[in-house]
């Protein structure tokens, strides 16, 4: 009996080595692209930059050797007609705008990212390439900027307010919405746009708060984009955050090549995964998924104008 058990054992060690090594695979490998949706939608928050630099290109993409492209296809192929590239600091910012002027498919937004303001050596001069950048066309937002206070400490938090309220500024300047990260700093978040006047149009990025905090932000006219996080079985919090937020100020992201929804969480996200977290809102809010689908593309328009 002893020796059958080693021997259970043994092919139990085995089989768990197997998954193991399975799972660090497929870790880097994108997933396979999910049911498209009924109607086109908006990735309202995206860094092609770093998913196709770090990643490749995801399942199915051509675009005659240029990555975005076949990005785009890919997206296009599942409702995922539109893009929002996001700037981080200036290089990401400006490589953004380039591919904005090059893509019909894709609209850019600039920043400094609330963790990028205390490490900077010349906060105001990249504030002014960010300013100058935050003028052209197809740039139609400012952000993400806001306050984190996750990864950063109390020291560096005088240099995130001061980036902060600077976007706000050139925001309301350009007329371009307001991308907002905001990590452990509600409170904080909703001061500062109350001491500097919030612009027309302000995006919380990844929406991460409760239901309360939702209901200040609908009440405020502030749109919420809800990304893979919203499908984690540990976010009950930011469902009923969801369930309380109105189809009109609701949008949707991936904040690829970060926060993968369920069932892939864990393995690279691209634009392509969208209709996967749409799919989880529609059923978590009872709302109709074409009219989820429609009200997203409205609210991604409303937010940063015609890509086309």
């Given at each position: 009996?002893?020796?059958?058990?080693?021997?259970?054992?043994?092919?139990?060690?085995?089989?768990?080595?197997?998954?193991?090594?399975?799972?660090?695979?497929?870790?880097?490998?994108?997933?396979?692209?999910?049911?498209?949706?009924?109607?086109?939608?908006?990735?309202?928050?995206?860094?092609?930059?770093?998913?196709?630099?770090?990643?490749?290109?995801?399942?199915?993409?051509?675009?005659?050797?240029?990555?975005?492209?076949?990005?785009?296809?890919?997206?296009?192929?599942?409702?995922?007609?539109?893009?929002?590239?996001?700037?981080?600091?200036?290089?990401?910012?400006?490589?953004?705008?380039?591919?904005?002027?090059?893509?019909?498919?894709?609209?850019?937004?600039?920043?400094?990212?609330?963790?990028?303001?205390?490490?900077?050596?010349?906060?105001?001069?990249?504030?002014?390439?960010?300013?100058?950048?935050?003028?052209?066309?197809?740039?139609?937002?400012?952000?993400?900027?806001?306050?984190?206070?996750?990864?950063?400490?109390?020291?560096?938090?005088?240099?995130?307010?001061?980036?902060?309220?600077?976007?706000?500024?050139?925001?309301?300047?350009?007329?371009?919405?307001?991308?907002?990260h905001d990590r452990d700093a509600?409170?904080?978040?909703?001061?500062?746009?109350?001491?500097?006047?919030?612009?027309?149009?302000?995006?919380?990025?990844?929406?991460?708060?409760?239901?309360?905090?939702?209901?200040?932000?609908?009440?405020?006219?502030?749109?919420?984009?809800?990304?893979?996080?919203?499908?984690?079985?540990?976010?009950?919090?930011l469902r009923e955050a969801a369930?309380?937020?109105?189809?009109?100020?609701?949008?949707?992201?991936?904040?690829?090549?970060?926060?993968?929804?369920?069932?892939?969480?864990?393995?690279?996200?691209?634009?392509?995964?969208?209709?996967?977290?749409?799919?989880?809102?529609?059923?978590?809010?009872?709302?109709?998924?074409?009219?989820?689908?429609?009200?997203?593309?409205?609210?991604?328009?409303?937010?940063?104008?015609?890509?086309?």
């Open positions: 009996m002893a020796a059958g058990r080693c021997v259970m054992l043994a092919a139990m060690t085995e089989q768990t080595e197997t998954r193991k090594q399975r799972a660090a695979r497929r870790a880097g490998e994108f997933p396979p692209p999910p049911e498209p949706l009924p109607a086109p939608v908006a990735d309202s928050h995206t860094h092609l930059d770093i998913t196709v630099g770090e990643y490749g290109t995801p399942p199915g993409g051509t675009g005659d050797g240029d990555p975005v492209a076949a990005a785009i296809t890919v997206a296009a192929g599942v409702g995922v007609d539109r893009l929002v590239q996001v700037g981080v600091d200036v290089e990401s910012s400006r490589w953004g705008a380039d591919v904005a002027d090059r893509h019909p498919a894709v609209l850019a937004t600039v920043a400094l990212h609330p963790n990028e303001a205390p490490r900077l050596a010349d906060l105001d001069e990249a504030l002014r390439e960010i300013e100058a950048l935050a003028g052209r066309d197809r740039v139609r937002g400012v952000g993400e900027t806001g306050m984190d206070f996750f990864r950063t400490g109390a020291d560096g938090r005088a240099a995130q307010e001061e980036s902060f309220r600077a976007h706000v500024a050139v925001a309301k300047r350009y007329g371009k919405a307001l991308v907002i509600h409170a904080d978040v909703l001061r500062i746009l109350d001491d500097e006047g919030a612009p027309d149009t302000v995006v919380m990025h990844c929406f991460s708060g409760d239901a309360d905090f939702a209901r200040e932000c609908v009440r405020r006219g502030h749109l919420l984009s809800f990304a893979g996080t919203v499908t984690f079985g540990s976010a009950a919090a369930a309380v937020t109105p189809p009109e100020q609701m949008l949707v992201e991936t904040d690829a090549p970060y926060l993968t929804p369920m069932p892939h969480r864990g393995r690279p996200n691209a634009s392509y995964l969208i209709p996967l977290t749409v799919r989880f809102l529609a059923e978590t809010t009872g709302v109709d998924l074409d009219e989820l689908c429609a009200a997203i593309s409205t609210n991604s328009e409303r937010a940063f104008g015609p890509w086309r």
